[in-house]
């Protein structure tokens, strides 16, 4: 049985349209909607880059309660 594959998502999807990245998991829509298809070296260094995405959001909720 294949293992599931690890996701950052926090089940808050919201994207912030300025940056166009998701509130919950800070991904893009192109790259939740391609998590599936990316090879798991792809998916770690995505995940790698979230938490500095953060500052890429509107100011106005960069301080929001994940």
Do not use: H
């Not at 909607?33 to 909720?61: C, G, H, K, S, V």
């Amino acid at each position: 049985m294949a293992e599931p594959i690890a996701t950052p998502c926090i089940k808050v999807c919201c994207v912030e349209p300025q940056s166009g990245l998701c509130l919950g998991c800070y991904r893009t829509l192109p790259e939740i909607a391609q998590w599936m298809r990316f090879t798991p070296e792809q998916r770690a260094t995505i995940t790698a880059e979230l938490p500095n995405r953060r500052d890429r959001l509107d100011p106005i909720y960069q301080n929001q309660p994940r």
